[in-house]
């Protein structure tokens, strides 16, 4: 029993010591990285803090750690440490623990996304810009993906509208009809 709770919290001081050091590099370039940003990675940023806030109270204090720093890396673009944060933070999971599946899944998103983020900013501004219309059209005519995990209506038009840049009244005049029709 004390073994299982000295390796515990030497997991918790290796995700605080990762936080830390994680929280200087994004203060250092926070200007650089707000200034690069595009609207296509706004959208997917914030898509992905809403998917992290969703999971944050769900697990133990080690898994909601583990996606503050996540979402703290997210947080200004830095999507080769979050590749590299990702797989560390899920290689010093337990695999008998039972955040390790979910925790699985989260880390296999958030590689997933910094590497698409990585091959969107290589890209010219222009092809960023018709990306970024498309992203918002094809996320009009699925509905909003993330609200409907939770299966709430009310989540669907609070959230979905906090998503997208255009108006929320038209973002869910337009939702409402075709998730009702497709279900």
Same mark, same amino acid.
């Given at each position: 029993f004390d073994d299982a709770q000295a390796k515990e919290f030497e997991r918790e001081v290796f995700f605080e010591k990762l936080l830390q050091r994680f929280q200087e590099v994004e %203060?250092?370039?926070?200007?650089?990285?707000?200034g690069s940003r595009s609207s296509l990675s706004n959208y997917q940023i914030e898509v992905t803090q809403t998917l992290l806030k969703n999971l944050k109270n769900k697990g133990s204090p080690s898994f909601s750690l583990s996606t503050r720093l996540l979402s703290s890396l997210l947080n200004w673009g830095s999507y080769e440490e979050g590749i590299t944060a &990702?797989? /560390?933070?899920?290689?010093? /999971?337990? &695999? /008998? &623990? !039972?955040?390790k599946d979910r925790l699985g899944g989260l880390c296999r998103s !958030?590689? $997933?996304? %910094? &590497? !698409?983020?990585?091959?969107? $900013?290589a890209?010219?501004?222009s092809s960023m810009r018709s990306m970024d219309m498309s992203m918002e059209e094809d996320f009009d005519e699925e509905g909003e993906i993330g609200a409907e995990a939770e299966g709430s209506d009310e989540g669907k038009s609070e959230e979905g509208g906090g998503l997208l840049s255009p108006p929320p009244s038209s973002t869910v005049a337009s939702s409402s009809p075709s998730s009702s029709s497709s279900s």
């Open positions: %203060c250092d370039k926070r200007e650089e990285r707000l &990702s797989d /560390t933070i899920y290689k010093n /999971t337990p &695999s /008998t &623990s !039972v955040e !958030v590689r $997933h996304l %910094c &590497s !698409v983020m990585m091959g969107c $900013h890209q010219a501004a």
